[in-house]
């Protein structure tokens, strides 16, 4: 269960980019790259392909929180559509900045480990 929970980010990027390819046309070989791309990190937990994995996704996901400001700005109204926007929107971009934090923290205690154990020697 614990390995479950530690895998949650990585597990978490696999199943939206599972959505995506399956949301879009069945040859779509940037999902299939991203799919083997988290594959290979939940597998591996490679110290640096997983900061560099979570910086990605968080300077994506503030792109996407900039987006969705944009979007629901062009709005003349509060309606419906736009309640949905905001909320279904803050709610999958919130997950995906807490998630991606807690890959890049994960990964940094990873390399201070890494660190302190090279300096005991």
Known sequence: MKKIINSAPELYLIVSALFYWFSSTPI???????????TYQAITKKTTSGIIIA????IINLYLTLALISEAREFDVINNNWTQLVIVGSLYIGTNLVLGV???IKYAKKINE???QQNNI
């Open 102 to 104: 807690i890959m890049l």
């Open 28 to 38: 779509n070989p940037i999902a299939f790259v991203l799919i083997a791309v988290f």
């Open 55 to 58: 910086i990605v996704f968080l």
């Open 114 to 116: 890494i660190q302190l």
